[in-house]
């Protein structure tokens, strides 16, 4: 079976379509939180991925756009694009946000948001903060986004620690040999300072998982976040990829 791993979509529809005709046919995907904020097109990535056989978990954005979530934790155009989201989102969207789970385990592999330990919120940025989550997690493999960075984060179960680095686009790495906690990294925002689309596939039969690049044309979501009104600031940074 293939499988396409997507992460922080940001309901930016032109880079999610953009990454759906690059991965080709895929059995299923994978959806490892935030498919709505920042975003001009919230209810179509919705519908879109729902489209799809699929399987997806609780950002902390989404919680925010279903009013389960102070923004005041958020910064100021994070906060305003949560709150335009919100008045955007159709009842149908709510309702399928607001059932998504906060951890899916699909052998080998456990999806979260954030972090095995703090699924909605924890940032693993960093190889401590990797080694710490190894043991709230019990497959193989973990896949979290949260950081719009791609990662991967390799499990030394004899001394405890973990072992980092940053994936290019078409690395690879084999699932099942060691333990290991990987980003994706992000669709509609990457903030690795390359601004195509991020996202990844697996294929269990090779069990072989490869992280990918792919343009998209990011003047159309600027546009469509401009029509709407949306913060300045998150139009500009995906000019910037951070
Ligand atoms: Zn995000």
């Not at 690059?22 to 995907?29: A, N, Q, R, Y």
């Not at 498919?35 to 609780?58: A, T």
Request: proline content about 5%; aromatic content about 10%.
């Amino acid at each position: 079976m293939r499988y396409g791993i997507i992460a922080d979509v940001h309901a930016n529809l032109a880079a999610f379509e953009a990454v759906l005709a690059d991965m080709g046919k895929v059995d299923s995907l994978w959806c490892l939180g935030d498919l709505v904020g920042y975003g001009p097109d919230p209810n179509e990535c919705i519908d879109l991925l729902q489209s799809y056989n699929h399987r997806c978990v609780m950002g902390n954005h989404d919680l925010a756009a279903i009013g389960r979530l102070d923004t005041a934790d958020f910064n100021a155009a994070a906060a305003e694009a949560a709150e335009w989201t919100a008045h955007a989102l159709t009842d149908r969207s709510v309702f399928y946000l607001s059932h998504l789970p906060e951890m899916v385990v699909v052998e080998p592999f456990t999806l979260v948001h954030g972090s095995p330990r703090s699924p909605v919120w924890e940032y693993v940025f960093q190889e401590t903060l990797a080694a710490a989550n190894f043991d709230h997690f019990g497959t193989p493999a973990c896949l979290v986004g949260h950081t719009h960075v791609p990662a991967l984060y390799v499990l030394d179960a004899s001394r405890g620690t973990a072992s980092g680095r940053v994936p290019g686009p078409e690395d690879s790495v084999d699932i099942g040999a060691d333990r290991v906690i990987i980003n994706p990294g992000g669709v509609g925002q990457p903030r690795d300072g390359d601004t195509r689309a991020a996202y990844a596939v697996y294929d269990s039969e090779s069990r072989v998982f490869q992280w990918r690049r792919v343009a998209y044309a990011i003047e159309s979501t600027q546009g469509r976040m401009r029509a709407a009104g949306l913060p300045e600031r998150l139009i500009e940074r995906l000019d910037f990829g951070w």
